[in-house]
Structures are given as structure tokens and as C-alpha cells.
């Protein structure tokens, strides 16, 4: 008789005496043990739970790259066309350098952990941006694509949503998935024709999709990254809420705050709205599939319309003045303060993404002034006083903090100081949610543009975020086919940081 056991230390775990689990499931499935599909999926079921270490996360995502040698993986002795324009400083971890527009995070360095060696093979934003957010490569390859389409991978946040929303008593007055401040891409030049992979639910379906924010900018040239936000402009509306004809309100006059909007609707006619959703799960034909999945994204955003819990978590209002400062009232640091009120008020999974503007982002081929006047300094705002805000409340050791981009930098420079991209090698910063502070992982070569110790896939990378929320990597959902794979294919989680 094999026993399930769960071996201390081990990156899987074991059925008997040194067969793992995703060993026995292959056998299994080739009828080598005689096992039929539902006896393994119940031995699966059968074992006890992961201990979470986290209860939520919040993923920052620093779309188009930062420089691996501007931020966390300075080369001081390099020569000069790699080693970059900025000083290192010392930080409060032995052996890390960290670029001089850091500050407070070098201050902060015994709170977090950096991944110094990052590495895939996908040298495209599209797909690796797919990549960060889900752990598995993007179906389409590069260059045959730059959208979302519903074969993609879920993204983790997706999972999480989707394992709330299929656990005992998994009905939630906030969503379990968050992305702030847009939907990615919907912000660049030709925005319309941008909606990046990786954020959504994919095959798992619209119902499992984030809620995203919708914040607009006052013209095609404006960037809110690079400058303060005024609160008309941060009214943080839900995507999807004011646009779904079956959610859109009656008397809806111009722009209103998404405050207003929810006291409106929630004085509108409920009985109506609840019938449409009733009829919307009728449906039957080919589109059932796709309807049934619509109707649970409305059901999501009517529990959200009636819920005083997340009205008041979207209020970035009511913060303190001084704090509100302290993040900077840029739209990346407002963001990531709305996102330490959204898991403090039960959401489990809030991306804040930092996206292109008309050109302008990590993804620096012409540094120019940019990254040392506007992106470096809100990174080192935004992320650090986030560390100490969660500290200070009491929250960090249950949030897991986790900040990155889809790659990194060349290590050879322009004349202009540009790097272009480079995906074999960038950094990870990892806080809170159990994570080790003061350390460093991984060691690059002496032109930090190769992994030489440790090297660290995407997979392994959302094996460790979904351990740190107790969530077992190897945990099978069905996918389109009604196939069941597993949430990560070949990672392993990083016990190594975890104390």
C-alpha cells in the first residue's frame, strides 16, 4: 500500500519510498500501477494541505525590463560600456550593491531577498510578459503576435480566483484578482490594438479573469507614471463595470467617480440585474460555454457593486496625506498603495502594473533622463514604502511581496546609455509572505548578462509564489480539453528562501 507522505525539505512530495508524486501520476497514467484517472486524481486529493506562509500577494510588474545593472546586479569593475551611468551604493545585505536612485530600498535590503538570475529564452515583451504572469511559455511564438487570446495560460492571479472561487463557503464580498491601474497594454501607442498576454484568465474563462481599474490618460502625449495624479483622475473604476451593457447605469452623466457609481447602482433595480444574470446561465448552443463563463464575470461584478468592503478598499481617499507622499502621487506609487488596501481587505492576488506610455518605460533603449528622473526613484518610492507600510501593520509576514520585470538589459550599452533586450538574465526582488530578508540568490558572470549560480525559470518563479500561498504547484485543474494539467510544469519552488 503506498502512503502519501509529505517529506520536510523536499521539493515534491513522495508516494512510498523515493517515487514522487508527478512519477506515480505518469505511471499511473500509463496503467503501469493500474490506476484509472479518478483513483489518481483522489489519491491527489487525499493529501493534507500546504501551509500557507502567505495570504496574499502583491505583484509588481515592471513592464518592458529594467536593467539588471541599474538596479540590483551593478558591475562597479566592469568595463565602462557595461558597467552603466549610476554609482552603486551599499545596502544592508552583505554583497549587494545596489544602483544610487535606490535609496530607500537599499535601506530597506534587510526585508527583502533578490533574485539575481532571472533567465528564459523569450526576447519579446508579448511573450515573455506571458511567461512572468502564468509560468508557462505563451503558445504563440514570437513575433506571430502581440494579444491576449482565450488559449493562453491562466495567469497565477486567475488560479487563485479560481480556486476561491470553487473552495467551501468560496463566496467573497472582494475579488480574490486584482490588476491596477489597466489592463496591460491599454495604455501604449495604438492602444486599441494592445492587449497583452499573461493577465488573463485564458482557457479557465472570463469568469476568472482580473478586475481591473480603468484610470485614463488626459491626452495621447500624458504618462500619470511620470507625474502626481490629481484624486478626480484616481477614481480607480472598475474595467468592465461602466461599459457592460448589463451593467451600465441607467443614469450614468458624465464622468463621476466609482464611488458615486456604486451608491447609484446599488439604489438601482437589483431584481433586473439578478434576472439577466439568471437568463445569461440559461443559455444553451454553442455559446453556452462562453455564456455560462460572461454570466459569472457579471455575478463578480454585482457582488462587488453591493459590497461595502471593496467600495471602501478602493478609496485610496482616505489614506493619509503623508503617506499618500511617501508612495508618490505618481500612478505606479497611488497604485501600489491601493494595493496594499486591497489585500488588507481580503483580496488575495493585486497586480500593479507598470506599462509603456507613448514609448516611455523600462523598456530603455534610449535611457536618457527617464530612468534616473522618473522610473528609478517611483520604484524605489513606491516598493520601499510599501515594505515599511506593510511592516509597520503588521502585514508583511502574510504578504508576499514580489517585483519584476518579463526581462532584463543587454550588458553592452549604447553611446546613448540605451540597452536593448535581454531575457537570459535580469532580477527578482521577493519580500514578506515567509521570505528570508537580506539575502541574495544566484550569482551572474562578471558582465551580468549570464546565470552562473542558480539559475531561476518563470516556472520556478510561480512554484515558489503559489507554495507561499499553500497552493501545491503540482495541483491539477482541467484545461479546455477537460484534460487535467498541472499549475506548474517542470519548477520548483524555492525553499531555499523561505525561513
Known sequence: MLTILNESGAGNRHLGRGLSRRQLLQAGGAGLLGLSLPKLLAAEAAQPPLRARAKSVIFLFLFGGPSQLETFDLKPNAPSKIRGPFRPIASRTPDLLMCEHLPRLAAASDKLCVIRTMTHKYNDHSTAGHYIQTGHPWHIPIGGGFNATEKDWPAMGSVVEYLDQHAPGGQRDIPSYIYLPNRLGHMEVFSSLLDRPGQYAGWLGRGYDALATDIRKRDDKDNPFFRDCTDEELDFRIKGLANDTALTLQRLRGRRSLLEQFDEQRRGDDRRRRSELIQNKQRSGDQGQQAASYARFQERAFALVASDNTRQALDIRQEPAK????????????????????????????????????????????????????????????????????????????????????????????????????????????????????????????DAALPIEHPTSPEDLAATIFHALGIDPELRVNDAQGRPVALVDGGRPLLELFG
Do not use: N
Open 323 to 446: 503617506l499618500r507622499d511617501q508612495y508618490g502621487r505618481h500612478l505606479f506609487g497611488q497604485s501600489t498603495l491601493l494595493a496594499r488596501r486591497l489585500v488588507e481587505a481580503g483580496a488575495r492576488f493585486v497586480t500593479v502594473g507598470w506599462q509603456a506610455v507613448d514609448g516611455y518605460s523600462w523598456d530603455s533603449h534610449l535611457h536618457s533622463d527617464d530612468v534616473q528622473k522618473y522610473l528609478l526613484p517611483g520604484l524605489d518610492q513606491a516598493l520601499g514604502t510599501l515594505l515599511m507600510d506593510l511592516d509597520q501593520r503588521g502585514l508583511l509576514e502574510e504578504t508576499l511581496v514580489v517585483c519584476l520585470g518579463e526581462m532584463g538589459r543587454t550588458p553592452q550599452a549604447t553611446d546613448k546609455w540605451g540597452r536593448g533586450h535581454w531575457s537570459t538574465l535580469f532580477p527578482a526582488v521577493l519580500a514578506g509572505g515567509g521570505i528570508r530578508g537580506g539575502i541574495v540568490y544566484g550569482r551572474s558572470d562578471k
